[in-house]
C-alpha cells in the first residue's frame, strides 16, 4: 500500500511534459495505448482535486434589488470610493475579495445577501 501511494504522489506531481513522456513510453514499451494512460492522469488530476482549498473568491453575480444598500455594503467591505463601489455593482458578476479565508468569505457573503445580493463563494 506505501508503494502505491509514493506512486499516487509521483504522478500528481508530474507536468504535462511529464506526463506526455510517460505516454509516448507506456506505448513504446508495453504498447499500452493514451487513452489508458489518459486513465492514469485522469486519476492523478482527482487526486490533485481532492487537495483542500484554501482561498476563496467572493463574487457579486448581481445587486439585486436593493442596490443602494449592496454599494454601502462593497464600499464597507473593499475600503474602496462610493464611485468605485458603485461600479462594481453595476458591472456585476464581478469579484467584490479575492484569495481570503473560508470564514472571511461566507462572512463576506451573508453582509452582501443580507444587503440584498446575489453571491457566490469560489
Known amino acids: 500500500m506505501a508503494d502505491i501511494k509514493a506512486l499516487a504522489e509521483q504522478l500528481v506531481g508530474l507536468t504535462v511534459k511529464d506526463v506526455q513522456e510517460l505516454a509516448d513510453f507506456l506505448k513504446s514499451e508495453y504498447g499500452i495505448e493514451p487513452a489508458a494512460a489518459a486513465v492514469v492522469v485522469a486519476a492523478a488530476g482527482e487526486a490533485v482535486a481532492a487537495e483542500e482549498k484554501t482561498a476563496f473568491d467572493v463574487v457579486l453575480v448581481s445587486g439585486g434589488a436593493s442596490k443602494l444598500g449592496v454599494v454601502k455594503v462593497v464600499k464597507e467591505i473593499t475600503g474602496l470610493g462610493l464611485k468605485e463601489a ?25 453582509k452582501l445577501k443580507a444587503a440584498g445580493a446575489e453571491v457566490e463563494v469560489k
Open 86 to 110: 458603485k461600479e462594481i455593482v453595476d458591472t456585476a458578476p464581478k469579484a467584490v475579495k479575492e484569495g481570503v479565508s473560508k470564514a472571511e468569505a461566507d462572512d463576506i457573503a451573508e
